[in-house]
Structure formats: C-alpha cells, structure tokens
C-alpha cells in the first residue's frame, strides 16, 4: 500500500490519475487531492478516494468545499500555502498535475519530502530546472516523467551508458495546424486550437500543442532531465501519436516506446514504478493503426520551436522567461485578447527586452517568472490596443 497525493486532481492528468488509482484501492491510500476552484470535481474525488485532505488554491472557494464536504471527516484547507502544505504530508507518492509555473513551490515541497515524485506538470523542470534536479539530489527524491514522451525516454534510455547514446528523438503531433500556412493560422479561435487531433488535454496545453511550444518545452524538459548535449535531441513530427519517442544509440540501435494516445499508460508507469500495473485501454492494434507517418517539423511556420532551442542553448534566465510569456500569452489568446500568431510574437518581445542574471536559487526563479509576466502582460496590452484599432478601422 502506498500513499498518494495529486496536486491538480481535478485537471485531465488529475483525472486520469484518480481513474488508475480507483482500480486498485488495495495500491494506493490518498492523503491529499488539491485543485484550483474546481470544488465539485475535487469534493466527489475526495469522497471517492476517502482523501483525508482536500485543498483549494483559490481561498474565496473554501467555503463552498467546507459544505460539499461537511459531514464527512475530511479536512478543508483554502489558499497557496495551503496546497505546499498538502505537498509536505509524506505521501509516498505526489503527482504533480497542476498546469503552469505556479506548480513548482508544491513540487518543491514535495520534492523535499525525499520520496517519490511524478511530474506531469512540466512548466517548473523548464523555469527552473536546475533548482529542481538540485533539491531531488539533495533530499533524495526520486522524480519520475509521466509527460508521454519524456515517459517514453525513461522506459528506452540505458541511464548506466549515457555516453552510448546518440541522439533523443521526440515525437510531435504535429497538433491541429500540422498542414496550415501561417496565413491561415493567423485567424485561429481558442476552440480551434484547443481541438486537438489525438489527444484530450487542458486548455494550456492544448494551445501549447498548437503553437508547438509543448513540443519546445519538452525539448528543454528532456535537456534537463536526460545527460546528452542539447544538440542530440532531436524533433520529429509523426502525426499518429503511436511512438511516444525514440532513443538512437551508438551501434545503429533506435528503441521506441510506443502505446495509445492515453495518459494512462505513461502515468500507471510512473505509479507502478518499477513495477507494472493493468490500465485500461485496448492493446494497440497496429494492424488497424496501418501506417506510421515521420516529417521534419517547420521552424518557420512554428517559431516556438526556434525560440524554444534558442532558449535553451542560451540558458540562464531564458527558459523561464519564455515559459512565463508564453503562459502569459496563451491565457490572452484563450480570452480573445490576442490572436494565435502573436503568442511566439509576446514570447519573442518579452525574451528580447528582458535580460536577468541566472537565477540561481528558487526564489530568484519566481522573481524572474514574476517580472517575465509583467512584462509579457504589457505586450499583451500593446497588441489588444493595437487589434482593437485594427477592427474599428
Ligand atoms: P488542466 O488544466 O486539465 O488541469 C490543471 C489542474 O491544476 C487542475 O486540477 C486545476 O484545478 C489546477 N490548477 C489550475 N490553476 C491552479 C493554481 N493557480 N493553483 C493550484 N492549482 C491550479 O491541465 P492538464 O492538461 O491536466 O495539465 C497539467 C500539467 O500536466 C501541465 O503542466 C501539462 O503541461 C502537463 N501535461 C499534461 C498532459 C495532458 O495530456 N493533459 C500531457 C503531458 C503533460
Ligand atoms: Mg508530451
């Protein structure tokens, strides 16, 4: 039996997550679930799972999770500090499935709990890398990927032989504008680029798979979690999702790891760890699958891939300002404040007029991310104005 903690239960990871744990309620014994505002969603896991804790980020929403849960035994808390105090419980597992930069502070304090510690939520291993493998090193944590691709590295790469490696490769989708001129990208709407072709995932990320800046932060998400030079991981685009990633070794030999398109399969990887567990899903039925496609991916019609290696290379602040914008960016655009073509244009903005020293520590990481935002958020005001001209004209 192993005790868990989901931060962000209630999102598609969250979900997903609780669907796997529910199965096998002899495994897993939850101590916290935590989400944002959703109290419905979080009251019913809660319950469900018999949680002995439930937590909101958002405090003007305790009050409605006191009454979902009143008359059971299960503790409320409300507000940011309350969900790192959810991280620091000792569960013997945490799931770290919120979305966004605001995830690290409750990963870092799980993370300092020594145990182990699934990230889904990739935004912090982009920002603030270093800070992250330092703590996991530091207090003995063991971090393991759930993001598919990342997963997909995990299961291929011998970590003993580094050096035998020759190349990463990382699949993309291609997301829903694989085909699209950029012309024809410029009058996106949010719910065209939410409508993802394979897989069903949170607004951000959904976005992000449009732009391809997932694929960009997943890029650097794999420069810090796998000990290869930055130029050995490679991009590729495969429109079907069946090959999760590929590892090239020295002797001609690429492993692939492949499955559905179904987070379950990466996450019950990270939860059985090192064993296995059953999920769900059909076996992959590569008869009716037919065919699996590879193109190069277009840095042209995708600046997100360009600015993302760029960022990369550069190091220092630069990731975690490009997360910070883009984050900043993508809410705009799902609020009909920007158009689609302009969340690179803000990141590419914000990263030019910003140049901070290296943050060395985790709060010079969220002081950077603060000032990235403000700045990113200024852009946004720029361009709204701008647009908002353009259409009285
Ligand atoms: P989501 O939007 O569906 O869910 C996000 C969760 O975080 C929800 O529980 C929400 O209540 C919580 N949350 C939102 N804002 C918060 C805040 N300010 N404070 C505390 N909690 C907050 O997102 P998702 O698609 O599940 O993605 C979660 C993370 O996993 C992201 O970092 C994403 O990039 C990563 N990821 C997702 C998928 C996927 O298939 N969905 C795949 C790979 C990686
Ligand atoms: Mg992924």
């Known amino acids: 039996m192993k005790t868990i903690t989901i931060l962000g239960a209630t999102g598609s990871i969250g ?103 699934i990230l889904a939520n990739k935004e912090p291993l982009v920002s603030a890398g270093d800070v992250v493998l330092a703590a996991a090193a530091k207090y003995g944590a063991t971090l393991l990927p759930a993001d598919s691709e990342h997963n997909a590295i995990f299961q291929c790469f011998d970590a003993a032989r580094p050096e035998r490696v020759r190349r990463i490769i990382l699949t993309c989708s291609g997301g829903p504008f694989r085909t699209w001129s950029t012309a024809e990208m410029r009058s996106v709407t949010p719910e065209q680029a939410v409508a993802h072709p394979n897989w069903s995932m949170g607004a951000k990320i959904s976005v992000d798979s449009a732009t391809l800046f997932n694929k960009g932060l997943e890029l650097i998400e794999a420069a810090r979690l796998f000990p290869v030079p930055h130029d050995s991981i490679e991009i590729v685009i495969h429109p079907q999702s069946v090959i999760h990633s590929l590892v090239d070794y020295v002797d001609g030999s690429v492993l692939a790891q492949m499955g559905p398109p179904d987070m379950r399969t990466p996450i019950a990887h990270c939860l059985a760890w090192p064993d296995r567990m059953a999920t769900p899903m059909a076996p992959l039925d590569l008869v009716a699958i037919g065919r699996l496609d590879f193109e190069a991916p277009d840095p042209e019609r995708f ?22 914008a883009n984050e900043i960016a993508v809410a705009a655009f799902l609020a009909r404040e920007i158009g689609f073509l302009e969340i690179a244009a803000i990141v590419d903005d914000t990263l030019s007029v910003y140049h901070p020293a290296a943050p060395g520590t985790l709060g010079d990481v969220l002081a950077v991310d603060a000032e990235a935002r403000s700045i990113a958020r200024r852009q946004v005001g720029y361009r709204n104005g701008a647009l908002m001209k353009d259409s009285v004209v």
């Open 15 to 117: 979900t997903s997550t609780l669907d796997l744990i529910e199965r096998e309620p002899e495994r897993f014994e939850v101590l916290a679930l935590t989400a944002n505002c959703d109290v419905a969603r979080l009251a019913a896991a809660a319950i469900r799972t018999r949680a002995k804790r439930a937590v909101v980020a958002d405090e003007g929403c305790l009050a409605d999770l006191r009454s979902a849960l009143a008359g059971t035994d299960i503790k409320c808390a409300g507000g940011r500090a309350a969900v790192i105090e959810a991280a620091t419980m000792g569960a013997d597992i945490t799931m770290g499935a919120i979305v966004g930069c605001i995830g690290l502070e409750p990963v870092m304090a799980a993370i300092q709990g020594g145990k182990t510690v």
């Open 303 to 324: 600046p997100a891939l360009r600015l993302t290696r760029e960022a990369l290379n550069m190091g220092g602040a630069r990731p975690a300002i490009l997360n910070a």
